[in-house]
């Protein structure tokens, strides 16, 4: 709350500030101290920016900094007296008075949507208080009363086609930055919930194969004779059965953690580019200056985006691990008449036979951390395999020697993966 507040008084001393900086680049039309500023298009342009600062407090405030400036300003500069100054500029207090009265009743701010609106509203906030600054002036004693008003219509109509124009442009912009913010922080959840999804899978698993084992023990248990060990067996059944409920409990949590973020469906191009950008930057991170290559020449949609980009991901992952510093990696996505065929390709340090073997096996891996000496975990090409063959129903292969070319190459049979397909 504090916070908040704080904010609200910064924003309108900002507000204020270039406002009345902005005052003193002005026009005098009638030879005398009325001016006529670019202050009224900053000001348009701020608040309705500054959507949560109240009105007629802000300008106002304007009014009176305004008023303070240029008087201060004439007392310094031209030598002049207190109450000539005030005498000279509190008009200007009338000015700002009026504008707020008339931003306000007008709702300025809500016409944003209805440009017609919004630039009569705005033209009127300009004009009607100017007229009433001028008439305290008694600018007519100066100038003729018909080439005073249209004078000040007249750069009023201009001043509110440049605020208008200015407004929607700066409004357009912020929408853009902000839809690009957003996007970006779905691409961060769906990586992560890809992530989760793809440990839920295994949570499944490990599920069942404590079935398995509850149920092992159980057999056990009933072809014992001895009442120790049956006793015995029968308290590690119970444990196992309270091990899978908790499971059960964790697996559900999840479950409803992940809800669809994206849609029913979501095209392959676009799982491949998240997939790229998303490791770009982890190559970035690690220093490694890596060129991605992306090319995806099937155009269609999946509902196991999680998956995919999970497989994906994994790959990726281990290709930039497989490079040392500098290097390539290419991601192609292609289609024959029955299988979605995707090759991740690095131009790492390769892979001999014997680990070719080996890869794929749970917790194997020829990579570790040169400084601290600890192994890689070696579960994401696991993952991987695991993913493609059990829930996509694929088959995965890699193709490389040391010093070469690896190349990855997953083939996924198109009524699994894709609700629809074309290949071009």
């Given at each position: 709350m504090i916070n908040d507040r704080f904010q609200k008084v910064e924003q309108i001393f900002i507000v204020a500030t270039f406002t009345t900086f902005m005052g003193q680049i002005y026009l005098s039309p009638f030879g005398t101290e009325f001016r006529l500023t670019l202050a009224v298009v900053v000001l348009n342009v701020l608040m309705l920016t500054f959507r949560e600062i109240e009105p007629i407090l802000t300008i106002n405030l304007v009014g009176i900094m305004m008023f303070a400036v240029r008087s201060g300003l004439n007392i310094i500069g031209e030598h002049a007296s207190i109450a000539e100054s005030i005498q000279l500029y509190y008009p200007v207090l009338f000015f700002y008075i009026f504008y707020s009265f008339f931003f306000s009743i007008l709702d300025v701010r809500g016409k944003l949507k209805h440009p017609v609106l919004l630039f009569i509203s705005i033209w009127l906030c300009d004009s009607i208080p100017n007229l009433i600054e001028v008439s305290i002036r008694q600018e007519w004693a100066y100038s003729n009363f018909e080439s005073v008003v249209l004078t000040i219509i007249s750069i009023g109509l201009f001043r509110t086609v440049f605020t208008t124009g200015l407004i929607y442009i700066s409004n357009r912009y912020y929408e853009h930055v902000k839809r690009r913010q957003e996007y970006q922080r779905f691409r961060e959840q769906l990586m992560q919930r890809a992530n989760l999804k793809t440990e839920l899978f295994f949570l499944r698993k490990s599920k069942q194969d404590i079935e398995n084992a509850m149920q092992k023990s159980f057999s056990i248990y009933e072809g014992l004779e001895a009442e120790t060990l049956k006793e015995a067996i029968l308290d590690v059944t119970k444990d196992i059965h309270e091990i899978k409920k908790d499971y059960t409990r964790v697996i559900a949590g999840i479950e409803r953690s992940i809800d669809e973020i994206y849609g029913s469906v979501m095209p392959l191009s676009e799982i491949a580019q998240i997939a790229v950008e998303a490791n770009e930057k982890l190559a970035t991170a690690n220093g490694k200056h890596i060129q991605f290559i992306e090319r995806?020449?099937?155009?269609?949609?999946?509902?196991?985006?999680?998956?995919?980009?999970?497989?994906?991901?994994?790959?990726?992952?281990?290709?930039?691990?497989?490079?040392?510093?500098?290097?390539?990696?290419?991601?192609?996505?292609?289609?024959?008449?029955?299988?979605?065929?995707?090759?991740?390709?690095?131009?790492?340090?390769?892979?001999?036979?014997?680990?070719?073997?080996?890869?794929?096996?749970?917790?194997?891996?020829?990579?570790?951390?040169?400084?601290?000496?600890?192994?890689?975990?070696?579960?994401?090409?696991?993952?991987?395999?695991?993913?493609?063959?059990q829930v996509l129903g694929g088959a995965i292969e890699v193709e490389s020697s040391p010093g070469r070319e690896t190349c990855f190459t997953v083939a996924v049979p198109k009524q699994h993966l894709l609700t629809d397909v074309t290949s071009s």
């Open positions: 995806v020449s099937v155009k269609g949609s999946t509902h196991d985006y999680y998956v995919l980009l999970s497989i994906l991901n994994n790959l990726l992952v281990n290709s930039i691990e497989a490079i040392d510093t500098e290097g390539r990696i290419q991601l192609l996505m292609t289609a024959d008449a029955e299988m979605i065929i995707i090759k991740v390709c690095d131009s790492g340090n390769g892979i001999s036979a014997e680990d070719q073997a080996l890869i794929f096996e749970p917790g194997y891996s020829t990579k570790y951390n040169a400084i601290s000496g600890i192994m890689a975990s070696g579960i994401g090409l696991t993952h991987v395999k695991y993913l493609v063959s």
